[in-house]
C-alpha cells in the first residue's frame, strides 16, 4: 500500500483519534499539580520571589504548601475533570488532522521531515485550539479560583461564564492561544521530529531504536517549544480570567486588560519582560514531562491497536 495512502486511511485517522485521546487522558494525569502552580503564579501580578512579602506565592514548595493549607491537598488537582476532557479531546483532534496534513505533504529533501513536522503540526494545532478554547478557558478559570469556589462544577460554570457576553466570553483569549499553539505545536512537532533524528542518525545506529528515543526527543521538543512560546501563553492566561475578578481578589492584585495589545503592553511595562516566564521552570517542567508522555503513549497506543489488526 502506499505510504501517503495508508496514512490518509480512515483506519489510521481512527486510530490517531483514539490515540491521541489515551495520550491526553494520560499526560494529563501526571501533570495536573504542575499546571496548577503554573497558572497560579501567571495569573499572580506580583513577583514570584522569596523577597516579595507583598506576593501570595513565592515559590513552588511555598505555593504547594500554602494551597494545601489553605483548599486542601485536592486542590492540586482542581479543575481536573475539564483537563481531562480538554487534553482528550485536543490531542484526538490535534493527532488526527496531524496525521491527514501529513500524509498530504512531501519534500524531497532528506530533512524535510522536520519541515513537514512543523506544518502539520501548526495547521494541526490550530484547528485543536479553535475546537477546544472553551475547555481551556474554563480548565484556567476552575485552577485560578479559591474558596469558596465561584464555579462549584461544569453546569455552573457554564451557565455563568455564558451569562458574561453569551458565547463570545468562552473565547476570551483566543488571539493568543492561537498566536502561541499554532507555532508552539508547529515547533513540538519539529523539534521531536529532528531530535528523534539525531538520535537515531547521529548518537546511535538506526537499529538502535527504543521508547528512551521517543521520550526523550518529546521532553527536549516540549521544553523548547515552550520556551519559545511562553509569553503569549501568559498573555493568554492572562485574558482568560476577565470578567473572573471577584473569585481572584484574594490572590493578590487584580489587573483589567482591554486587549491582547493592551494586556502584552501592560505586563511588559508594569511587572517587567521576566514576567513573562513567571514560574518558567515549573513550566518548562510540566512541557517537558506533558510532551514526552504524550508521544511515548501516543506511539504505544498506536502499535496496540496496530497489532490488534493482525
Not at 501548526?122 to 474558596?147: K, Y
Not at 517587567?272 to 517542567?285: D, E, M, P
Amino acid at each position: 500500500v502506499d505510504r501517503w495512502t495508508l496514512l490518509m486511511s480512515s483506519s489510521r485517522v481512527s486510530d490517531s483519534f483514539l490515540a491521541g485521546c489515551v495520550s491526553g487522558c494520560v499526560s494529563r494525569s501526571v501533570i495536573e499539580p504542575l499546571d496548577v502552580l503554573k497558572i497560579r503564579f501567571q495569573l499572580q501580578y506580583e513577583p514570584v520571589r522569596k523577597a516579595s512579602l507583598s506576593s501570595k506565592y513565592r515559590g513552588s514548595l511555598q505555593a504547594l504548601q500554602l494551597i494545601s493549607k489553605e483548599e486542601g491537598y485536592r486542590a492540586l488537582w482542581k479543575g481536573m475533570l475539564v483537563g481531562q476532557m480538554l487534553y482528550a479531546l485536543y490531542n484526538s483532534v490535534q493527532f488526527s488532522v496531524y496525521e491527514i496534513i501529513k500524509g498530504n505533504i512531501s519534500l524531497g529533501h532528506p530533512h524535510g521531515a522536520h519541515l513537514v513536522g512543523f506544518v502539520s503540526g501548526s495547521a494541526a494545532g490550530g484547528v485543536a485550539t479553535a475546537v477546544c478554547h472553551p475547555l481551556d478557558l474554563m480548565r484556567t478559570r476552575f485552577i485560578g479560583q479559591g474558596e469558596p469556589k465561584t464555579y462549584p462544577n461544569i453546569y455552573k460554570a457554564v451557565i455563568s461564564i455564558h451569562a458574561e457576553q453569551g458565547l463570545r466570553s468562552f473565547y476570551k483569549g483566543l488571539t493568543p492561544a492561537m498566536i502561541c499553539i499554532i507555532p508552539q505545536t508547529g515547533f513540538y512537532f519539529g523539534f521531536h521530529s529532528f531530535f528523534s533524528y539525531v538520535w537515531s542518525d547521529v548518537l546511535f545506529s538506526k537499529e538502535f531504536h527504543c521508547k528512551w528515543r521517543t521520550f526523550i526527543s518529546g521532553a527536549m521538543a516540549g521544553i523548547a517549544s515552550k520556551t519559545l512560546m511562553l509569553p503569549f501563553d501568559m498573555t493568554k492566561k492572562r485574558l482568560e480570567v476577565q470578567g473572573f475578578e471577584k473569585a481572584r481578589m484574594e490572590f493578590g492584585t487584580v489587573r483589567r486588560y482591554n486587549s491582547f495589545g493592551h494586556c502584552f503592553k501592560s505586563i511588559l511595562k508594569e511587572e517587567g519582560f521576566g514576567a513573562f516566564y513567571k514560574g518558567a521552570y515549573v513550566s518548562l517542567l510540566k512541557a517537558g514531562i506533558s510532551v514526552a508522555v504524550t508521544f511515548l503513549v501516543y506511539e504505544q497506543t498506536l502499535a496496540f491497536l496496530s497489532d490488534r489488526k493482525h
